[in-house]
């Protein structure tokens, strides 16, 4: 297994020169990308640098071409996202979010509640929101408001309402009237001994890639579990992993090495 070294960094950004557009690449003074980068059509290397013309930049051709070679920051070129459309719907009501977030929900769940309140607000828009709508108004719960097509939960749609009449408003605990949309049963798509193998041996030239895949993999963690790992957190006479932040509030995790 080959030992892990950091590649050579090459930084692109936006300039202008001579009132011309570039895209001005900075790679040190690593002599293969220098001659990798003269065989450029149009290049003007200068120094550690060289300039590409913008109007003939391709950035997914340019990557292809030095993944191999280099890390690429292209944070600088990356085109701007487009502005999101202003959101009309109405405010969340005082106490819903601080409530969230004194029980230690997780910043995920806290957008997901707050988002579908909101859509819940939005189509009881006018109506007092210090009382739970009347049964014979068709709950978001069950179609949501911007997307009716689209069933949603009963069980966290419950949950999300419950923040604000019982948990907020500290009224007292009812039966909301929520339809339960039809599951859908299917089988949970799980890989063979062969492919893992496969996703192994692939990985297997890069000491960093291989425990990555072979920690979430003997220990069945999500990425960003695995992101939050420390070294420390391995104990591995007790071939136990300290999981950080974990779904369901797990503080720990056993690692197989013969899974």
């Known amino acids: 297994m080959e030992i892990y070294t950091p590649k050579t ?3 692109l950004s936006p300039v202008i020169r001579n ?14 990308i220098r001659l990798s980068l003269s065989k450029e ?19 997914a051709e340019f990557f292809d ?9 292209y944070s600088a070129i990356k085109e701007t996202a487009p502005r999101k459309e202003e959101d009309k719907r109405p405010p969340l009501p005082e106490g819903y979010l601080e409530k969230l977030q004194q029980v230690r929900y997780s910043d995920h769940t806290v957008r997901v509640y707050t988002s579908y309140f909101r859509d819940f607000q939005q189509h009881f828009e006018g109506c007092k929101m210090k009382r739970y709508p009347r049964r014979d108004k068709r709950l978001p719960a069950v179609s949501h408001p ?6 949603l939960p009963a069980k966290p749609a419950y949950q999300r309402h419950q923040v604000l ?17 039809k599951r859908e049963k299917t089988l949970p798509d799980v ?8 996703i192994l041996d692939v990985t297997v030239t890069d000491l960093r890639f291989f425990c990555m895949f072979s920690i979430l993999y003997s220990a069945g963690l999500r990425i960003s579990e695995l992101l939050e790992l420390k070294p420390g ?8 992993i300290r999981v950080r932040q974990g779904k369901a509030r797990r503080t720990a995790t056993p690692c197989c090495q013969n899974r």
């Open 9 to 11: 960094k090459i930084k």
């Open 19 to 32: 009132g011309r557009e570039f895209v001005e690449v900075t790679f040190g003074n690593d002599n293969d």
């Open 41 to 59: 059509e149009n290049v003007l290397l200068v120094g550690g640098r060289a300039y590409l013309p913008a109007e003939d930049f391709v950035l």
């Open 65 to 73: 071409r030095y993944v191999k070679m280099a890390f690429i920051d």
């Open 146 to 151: 911007r997307e009716k097509h689209i069933l």
């Open 165 to 181: 009449y019982e948990k907020v408003l500290g009224q007292e605990r009812r039966c909301y009237k929520v339809n339960r949309a």
């Open 191 to 198: 890989l063979s001994k062969e492919e893992i193998k496969k």
């Open 233 to 240: 957190d391995i104990n591995e006479p007790r071939s136990l």
